[in-house]
């Protein structure tokens, strides 16, 4: 697990190949199995898998651009009624998505919808309702878009972790690596 976490990047370029269907079954069983508060596992997800469909989202938001070019995406999507906490809920399954995606090869990145605009006029949450056609009593949290990655970047490494964020029992207490 945490080779997949050391190596997982946010990937904005990918190649043109297509993902395999069984590859996409596997990361809508990962989405599946997310767990979520009281076990509700009330959270939709959309697969877009037609290239005019994730073109027609690129425009949603700044940063959503690399959608066009993207084989494919999760949409990860919510019920505000049925739950208090599904944002955390629904970024849950799209951390689970995007580390099920690494493990397979794949590059992906989040793409944040929930509290960004589109416009002056409307958000990116609307712009996404819009052009999908979901309910309007479903919120938006994020797109995961998926690819071969034709981009190369460095795994994270041990040297870029803050230990100095971690504490030890008390505040301020610092959290002392064993490898040390
Ligand atoms: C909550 C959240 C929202 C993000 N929103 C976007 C986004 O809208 N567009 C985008 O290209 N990347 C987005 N990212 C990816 C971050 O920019 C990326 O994780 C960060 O720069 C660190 O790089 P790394 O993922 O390669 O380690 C988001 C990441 C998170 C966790």
């Given at each position: 697990?945490?080779?997949?976490?050391?190596?997982?990047?946010?990937?904005?370029?990918?190649?043109?190949?297509?993902?395999?269907?069984?590859?996409?079954?596997?990361?809508?069983?990962?989405?599946?199995?997310?767990?979520?508060?009281?076990?509700?596992?009330?959270?939709?997800?959309?697969?877009?898998?037609?290239?005019?469909?994730?073109?027609?989202?690129?425009?949603?938001?700044?940063?959503?651009?690399?959608?066009?070019?993207?084989?494919?995406?999760?949409?990860?999507?919510?019920?505000?009624?049925?739950?208090?906490?599904?944002?955390?809920?629904?970024?849950?399954?799209?951390?689970?998505?995007?580390?099920?995606?690494?493990?397979?090869?794949?590059?992906?990145?989040?793409?944040?919808?929930?509290?960004?605009?589109?416009?002056?006029?409307?958000?990116?949450?609307?712009?996404?309702?819009?052009?999908?056609?979901?309910?309007?009593?479903?919120?938006?949290?994020?797109?995961?878009?998926?690819g071969y990655p034709s981009e190369n970047k460095q795994p994270h490494t041990y040297n870029d972790l803050d230990f100095n964020k971690v504490h030890r029992n008390q505040y301020g207490e610092k959290y002392?690596?064993?490898?040390?």
């Open positions: 697990m945490l080779n997949i976490l050391y190596r997982r990047r946010s990937i904005r370029r990918y190649r043109d190949t297509e993902v395999e269907p069984e590859k996409i079954d596997q990361l809508v069983q990962a989405a599946l199995l997310s767990p979520s508060s009281r076990g509700l596992r009330h959270l939709e997800f959309m697969v877009l898998d037609d290239r005019k469909v994730l073109a027609q989202l690129a425009p949603a938001k700044q940063g959503a651009e690399h959608l066009k070019g993207s084989a494919a995406a999760i949409v990860i999507l919510a019920d505000p009624a049925v739950s208090d906490v599904w944002v955390e809920d629904a970024s849950i399954a799209a951390t689970i998505i995007h580390l099920t995606a690494e493990s397979l090869g794949l590059g992906s990145c989040w793409i944040q919808i929930r509290e960004r605009k589109h416009s002056e006029a409307e958000t990116a949450e609307q712009y996404v309702q819009k052009a999908l056609g979901i309910p309007s009593h479903l919120r938006v949290e994020t797109i995961i878009s998926l002392l690596f064993s490898r040390e």
